[in-house]
């Protein structure tokens, strides 16, 4: 696994998009709209945005090698298999997912379209030397709907720690304001029309083999040192 060290760290949620459809991100954040829409299938396992052991030692290369390289490489070729010639060949990441999403025929397409999106998502809520203070924009928009940052990050570990079993923890944008969000499995905010802003996998391969049960502390220290504020920035659109 070689991950591009020069890959862009904050792109927007519609270039993480494209990314995950296997195209190339050729513009600045926001500037991939187009693209995103219209890329099709065959589906690739997009390159990390910073290499597999920069989030060293909050999260290790080891848990990245498993997680993205065995988990997240699973659900793009599982994906691939599924909808290889039915009517989901030709569409977007994106599309599938919608086009599946609460349809129990379709679940194993969802469920695989789902992760990869929520995969590609998650590596691009993480960023080496994160933390710290948003970009005031965002920071008045999460004042606004939470009062403070340090009250948003308790609202996202609660909502990490109470996630029964797999799942995902969100920050979103709902309407004019910000909210957090759980989802159990694959299920996303994409398919309630919010729009996702970050997100943190509690899925328990992603923090078992540096923290076994202590999801807790794997959540306080991705909020303190990995969250990628500028990234969920983007997101606000």
Do not use: C
Not at 84 to 103: H, R
Not at 172 to 191: I, R
């Amino acid at each position: 696994m070689n991950a591009d060290n020069n890959s862009p760290e904050n792109p927007g949620r519609r270039d993480v998009l494209a990314a995950s459809a296997g195209i190339a991100v050729a513009a600045a954040v926001g500037g991939t709209v187009k693209a995103a829409a219209e890329a099709k299938a065959p589906h690739a396992l997009p390159p990390l945005p910073w290499a597999d052991n920069a989030l060293d030692p909050v999260i290790s290369s080891r848990t990245i090698g498993f997680h993205y390289g065995k988990h997240h490489k699973a659900y793009v070729d599982n994906l691939n298999k599924l909808i290889a010639g039915t009517p989901f060949a030709d569409q977007s990441l994106e599309q599938i997912v919608k086009a599946t999403a609460g349809k129990p025929e379709h679940a194993g397409i969802f469920n695989n379209a789902a992760q990869v999106w929520n995969h590609t998502f998650y590596w691009y809520s993480l960023r080496p030397n994160g933390g710290g203070s948003p970009p005031q924009a965002l920071k008045e928009k999460i004042e606004a709907s939470f009062g403070s940052v340090d009250a948003l990050k308790q609202e996202l570990l609660t909502a990490a720690t109470t996630q029964f079993g797999s799942g995902w923890a969100w920050l979103v944008k709902d309407g004019d304001k910000l909210a957090v969000t759980k989802t159990p499995n694959a299920e996303l905010p994409l398919t309630t029309g919010k729009t996702p802003l970050l997100t943190i996998d509690v899925w328990e391969h992603a923090y078992y083999l540096d923290y076994q049960n202590l999801r807790a502390d794997y959540v306080n220290a991705v909020l303190g040192k990995l969250v990628n504020w500028e990234f969920a920035a983007a997101n606000l659109g």
